[in-house]
């Protein structure tokens, strides 16, 4: 279901690449050269990963395929108007984001809940972290890409309120893990976990004000600090469920 889930993300991932080449044209120059020329090739292992992850979900467990077709969903949803009277979601402000953070987060928990459910409130604890933490990777990657959304008319969160009030929002949506960190302690849950959320949630303030100024950065170094993040914190994970 591991090796599924990382097909599907990629699958997903890299036909966004294709779809965003104007973008990338502009935020990640070295990303569109990459990509130009090779489009056949990206759009065939898009759809043979695609197939792969539902094969392997129906084998393991029917529902997950419900899972995996999601981000397809939303993907139709957002990039082709249906009626003349409903907008795409490409065209409302925000929810590109929106869109963009539902689809991994819903991967990302739902997974693992189609294969042992642990109740509602535990998945719903679960789904508002890794929500929030999702929410604000995206606002910050489209930080970076605020003329090449521009651009392409794409109406982000950063394109519609500028960088100095998105960096205000981030904080803002970060500060509610403070109280979810909360309610899990005084609940006595993941307590194994505990530092381990702490770490993120400061680590998320430091990245949030690092990454809002408006300097040059390396190109591919809020890849590697805000995703990232991910591989420390399942580094962290692994470690700790060597001594439970």
Known sequence: MLFAVFLSTFSVYSLNRLTDLEEDSVNVPEREVYVKGKEKILLALCVISYAVALLLGAVVNPLSIMVFLFPLLIGIFYSIKASPKIPRLKNIPGMKNFSVTLCWTVGAVFI?????????????????????????????????????????????????????????????????????????????????????????????????????????????????????????????????????
């Open 112 to 244: 693992p809940v189609v294969c042992y459910y642990p109740g509602f409130w535990i998945t719903s604890l679960i789904f508002f972290f890794v929500f929030v933490k999702f929410l604000i990777n995206t606002i910050s990657f489209d930080i970076r890409d605020i003329k090449g959304d521009k651009k392409s008319g794409v109406k982000t969160i950063p394109v519609f309120l500028g960088r100095s009030r998105t960096k205000i929002l981030l904080l803002g949506i970060q500060s509610t893990l403070l109280l979810w960190l909360l309610i899990v302690v005084l609940e006595g849950l993941f307590v194994q976990y505990w530092l381990i959320f702490t770490f993120s949630i400061i680590y998320g303030y430091w990245y949030i004000h690092y990454f809002s100024k408006d300097r040059k950065l390396e190109v591919f170094s809020r890849d590697l600090f805000v995703d990232g993040e991910w591989l420390l914190v399942a580094a962290l994970c692994f470690v700790v469920n060597l001594n439970f």
